[in-house]
C-alpha cells in the first residue's frame, strides 16, 4: 500500500511570494489533515477534509492560507502572501474515517524557509 | 481544551538499555485514543504504539509498551533493548470523538552506543 505522498519536499521563497503545496492521501483514507510543525514542535493543526468538505479550519489563518480537496482525493495548501513565521515544516495526514479507525498516516511533509 | 504535556524535552540512553518517555494530557472526555508517534530526522512521523482509553490493559508492540494510568491522565512510553534506530522526536497525542490529534512538545531521544 503506498503511504502519503507530498510534494515538493523543499521549498524556499521570498516573504509576500505565494506557495502551493501538494498531498495525495493514502487510497480509499477518507479524512486528511494538514498540519503545520515548527522547528522544536508538535505538529499544529491546519485545517481537516472528511472527503471534499472541511471538517475543521478553526486554526487556519485565513487571510492568507487556503486548501482545496476538490474531488475528495489529493489536496493542495496555499499561503498567499507568505510571511517569515510561515517558515515550517507541512505536513499532510490521512486516515480512514472520522470516528472510525483514528490513526493518522503521515507523509514525509514539506519544509518552507521564508525568507 | 484537550491538552497534551511532555515536560522532558531530551533525554539519553545506552544502547541496549531501557528508557521511559513521559507523557500527560487534560481531556473532559470518556473515550479517546492515545498515541506515541517517532519521528526521526527524515521527518517522516510514524505511529509506533496506540492506546484505546476503554482498555485497561497497556498496549505492547515488541520493544515498545506503554504505562496508561487512566486517572493520573499519564500515558509513559517504555523503550527495552534501546538500538541506535530509535534516536529520533517522539510525541505523545491524544485524539478524541472529532478525530482531530493534539500533540505534546515533543522529546528527542539519543541512543548512545
Known amino acids: 500500500e503506498a503511504g502519503v505522498a507530498q510534494s515538493p519536499r523543499y521549498k524556499i521563497i521570498e516573504k509576500r511570494q505565494s506557495v502551493a503545496f501538494w498531498c495525495n492521501p493514502i487510497?480509499?483514507?477518507?479524512?486528511l489533515y494538514w498540519y503545520q510543525q515548527i522547528l522544536g514542535q508538535g505538529p499544529k493543526l491546519l485545517i481537516q477534509?472528511?472527503?471534499?468538505?472541511?471538517?475543521?479550519d478553526s486554526q487556519l489563518p485565513k487571510d492568507r492560507f487556503s486548501a482545496e480537496r476538490l474531488k475528495g482525493v489529493d489536496s493542495t495548501l496555499k499561503i498567499q502572501p507568505a510571511k517569515l513565521e510561515d517558515s515550517a515544516v507541512y505536513l499532510c495526514?490521512?486516515?480512514?474515517?472520522?470516528?472510525?479507525?483514528?490513526?493518522?498516516?503521515f507523509g514525509p511533509g514539506t519544509r518552507l524557509t521564508v525568507l | 481544551a484537550q491538552t497534551v504535556t511532555q515536560s522532558q524535552p531530551e533525554m539519553s540512553v545506552q544502547e541496549a538499555e531501557t528508557v521511559t518517555l513521559s507523557c500527560t494530557y487534560d481531556?473532559?472526555?470518556?473515550?479517546?485514543?492515545l498515541f506515541w508517534y517517532k519521528q526521526p530526522p527524515s521527518r517522516q512521523m510514524i505511529l509506533v504504539i496506540r492506546?484505546?482509553?476503554?482498555?485497561?490493559q497497556n498496549a505492547t508492540e515488541n520493544r515498545f509498551s506503554v504505562n496508561f494510568q487512566k486517572a493520573a491522565k499519564s500515558f509513559s512510553l517504555k523503550i527495552s533493548d534501546s538500538q541506535l534506530g530509535d534516536a529520533a522526536m517522539y510525541f505523545c497525542?491524544?485524539?478524541?470523538?472529532?478525530?482531530?490529534?493534539?500533540f505534546g512538545k515533543g522529546i528527542t531521544l539519543s541512543v548512545r552506543p
Open positions: 477534509f472528511q472527503n471534499n468538505g472541511v471538517v475543521d
Open positions: 497525542a491524544w485524539t478524541g470523538a472529532n478525530s482531530k490529534l493534539t
Open positions: 495526514a490521512s486516515s480512514r474515517m472520522r470516528g472510525g479507525s483514528p490513526e493518522q498516516f
Open positions: 492506546q484505546e482509553a476503554y482498555k485497561q
Open positions: 487510497s480509499g483514507h477518507a479524512t
Open positions: 481531556t473532559s472526555e470518556s473515550d479517546y485514543y
